[in-house]
């Protein structure tokens, strides 16, 4: 079997290679630089030449408030570039898994969103990757859409390395109580992605770490393992304005994990106290 991963040089895509290799699988990693998935006859000629037996499609535009005012090219990554993937992918009979986003929600309710709950974006970052997921369902009959949430890892820019720098900076910090999730260690995360490429299990996942806490809580978390003396004060999402409106619910079911027999990600808080070790 052999794997192309997009968004080579992300935080997930790090941690997908790292599982690739314990799994004693080939594959070919690429970023931007290498490829541009929105160029539509470079990407699928790329993916013609290596012809994968899965594509493991890392790549996005992650920026949340910047999406906002970047419209054209978050489009042009996260619908149109999916499309040129999915479209090669069929053409080669290869295997895609999509990441994706608790955004594609819209927030509402203190419930766990399934699988099944029908995706009402609010953000245009949350509307993208819904169309990403569209375009996936359109073409492709062999796809895996993963939803993952409040992203972290070893590797590249994220909450837990923010506050980590912060709390050593500053005696005191206002975070947002009100939004409430789960957060998702690449870590945890890549080997399901890499269990899934080998069997037909197809569909929608939500594959988060397990329990869920509110930015606050995580904050408090981070401070606790790090042994980082800083005080933190919640706030309500309204007293820190951005500019992409953020779902308060950001809960995800992972029944659809559980029924296909995936491993379900341990506890976020052992999941942070693993990384913060790596760190």
């Not at 042009?76 to 993937?85: E, Q, S």
Request: aromatic share 10%; proline share 4%.
């Amino acid at each position: 079997m052999k794997v192309l991963v997009t968004g080579g040089n992300g935080q997930l895509a790090y941690d997908v290679k790292l599982a690739l290799d314990k799994a004693g699988i080939d594959y070919k990693s690429i970023d931007f630089e290498d490829a541009d998935i929105t160029n539509e006859k470079e990407i699928k000629n790329l993916i013609r030449d290596y012809a994968p037996d899965a594509i493991i499609h890392c790549a996005a535009y992650t920026a949340v408030d910047q999406a906002e005012d970047d419209k054209e090219k978050v489009e042009a990554i996260n619908v149109l570039g999916t499309r040129y993937i999915a479209e090669a992918s069929k053409e080669i009979d290869a295997k895609l898994v999509y990441i994706s986003t608790d955004y594609v929600f819209d927030g509402e309710g203190t419930q766990p969103f399934e699988v099944t709950d029908t995706p009402n974006p609010v953000s245009w970052y949350g509307i993208t990757k819904y169309q990403g997921e569209l375009e996936v369902q359109k073409v492709l009959e062999k796809y895996f859409i993963v939803r993952i949430s409040w992203v972290f890892g070893v590797n590249g820019n994220n909450f837990v390395k923010t506050m980590l720098r912060l709390g050593n900076e500053r005696d005191s910090l206002n975070v947002v109580n009100d939004q409430i999730g789960s957060p998702t260690y690449c870590g945890d995360v890549a080997p399901i992605l890499v269990d899934m490429i080998q069997t037909e299990k197809y569909g929608i996942y939500h594959a988060t770490n397990e329990g869920f806490c509110s930015w606050y809580d995580f904050t408090q978390k981070i401070f606790e393992i790090a042994n980082i003396n800083c005080e933190v004060k919640g706030i309500p999402t309204r007293e820190y304005p951005t500019r992409a409106v953020r779902p308060l619910n950001s809960r995800m079911s992972k029944q659809s994990l559980i029924d296909a027999g995936f491993t379900v990600p341990r506890k976020w808080e052992e999941a942070l106290e693993a990384m913060i070790e790596l760190l």
